[in-house]
C-alpha cells in the first residue's frame, strides 16, 4: 500500500516571502501522480498542482513549483511571493497510475499561516 | 453554480440511527469518489463509481457503510446502526476521465456528520 507523509504538522511565512512544503511517500509502482491540494478553512479542497512521475521536469503554476526527486520519493512544495490568500491547509496526495486503487491517498496535511 | 453539491451540509444524529448523505456531481463527469475526513487529518478513499457501476471500495467501507449511483448521476452513501467513530467530513469528488489517466477531481464542501 501507498503511504504519504508530511512532517510539518504547521508552518508559517511573511506575506511576499517564499515557503518550502516537504512531503515523502513510499511506493513500490513506477507509475503514478503527485499532486499538492489545498483547503482553505470551511471551503472546498482545490487542486494546486500535479505531477507525473513518468516526467522528470518539476511542474510549475504561477507562483507554486514542486521539486520532485523520484529516487528519494521525495515531493516537496515551494510557494513564491506567498500572499494572505494562500494560507490553508496542504495536502501532498499519490494516485496510482500502473495498478493500485484509484482513489487518492493523501498525507495528514500542513497547515500554512501567512503573516501580513 | 456547476460544480460539486453535497447535501446535507451538517447531519447530527444519534448512536445507532442510520444516515444518508447525497451527492451531485459536475453533470458531465463519469466519475464520483467518495471520501472520509476525520480531524486533523486527510482524507481516506472510500469508494467510486464509474457511471452507475461501483467499481472499487477500501477496506475502511466497513458494512454498515453503503453507497449507490443510481442512473450514473447522483449517489448516496448510507451509514447504518452509526457510531461515535463515524464522526467525521464525508467529500465527494467527481471527474471525467477514462481508463487510468489522471483528470482533475472536483470536491464538494462535504457533509460534516456528528454521532452523539
Known amino acids: 500500500a501507498q503511504t504519504v507523509t508530511q512532517s510539518q504538522p504547521e508552518m508559517s511565512v511573511q506575506e511576499a516571502e517564499t515557503v518550502t512544503l516537504s512531503c515523502t511517500y513510499d511506493?513500490?509502482?513506477?507509475?503514478?501522480?503527485l499532486f499538492w491540494y489545498k483547503q482553505p478553512p470551511s471551503r472546498q479542497m482545490i487542486l494546486v498542482i500535479r505531477q507525473e512521475a513518468y516526467k522528470q521536469q518539476n511542474a510549475t503554476e504561477n507562483r507554486f513549483s514542486v521539486n520532485f526527486q523520484k529516487a528519494a520519493k521525495s515531493f516537496s512544495l515551494k510557494i513564491s511571493d506567498s500572499q494572505l490568500g494562500d494560507a490553508a491547509m496542504y495536502f501532498c496526495?499519490?494516485?496510482?497510475?500502473?495498478?493500485?486503487?484509484?482513489?487518492?491517498?493523501f498525507g495528514t496535511g500542513t497547515k500554512l499561516q501567512v503573516i501580513p | 453554480d456547476t460544480g460539486v453539491s453535497q447535501n446535507p451540509r451538517h447531519k447530527i444524529t444519534k448512536r445507532g440511527q442510520n444516515v444518508t448523505f447525497r451527492c451531485d456531481p459536475i453533470?458531465?463527469?463519469?466519475?464520483l469518489y467518495w471520501y472520509r475526513q476525520t480531524l486533523g487529518q486527510g482524507p481516506e478513499f472510500l469508494t467510486y463509481?464509474?457511471?452507475?457501476?461501483?467499481?472499487?471500495k477500501s477496506r475502511l467501507l466497513s458494512d454498515r457503510f453503503s453507497a449507490e449511483r443510481p442512473k450514473g448521476s447522483f449517489s448516496t452513501l448510507e451509514i447504518q446502526r452509526t457510531e461515535q467513530g463515524d464522526s467525521a467530513m464525508y467529500l465527494c469528488?467527481?471527474?471525467?476521465?477514462?481508463?487510468?489517466?489522471?483528470?482533475?477531481?472536483?470536491f464538494g464542501p462535504g457533509t460534516r456528520l456528528t454521532v452523539l
Open positions: 453533470s458531465e463527469h463519469n466519475r
Open positions: 469528488a467527481s471527474s471525467q476521465e477514462t481508463g487510468r489517466t489522471y483528470n482533475e477531481q472536483f
Open positions: 496526495a499519490y494516485r496510482s497510475l500502473s495498478g493500485g486503487m484509484l482513489g487518492v491517498t
Open positions: 463509481f464509474q457511471n452507475e457501476a461501483q467499481l472499487e
Open positions: 511506493t513500490s509502482e513506477s507509475d503514478y501522480y
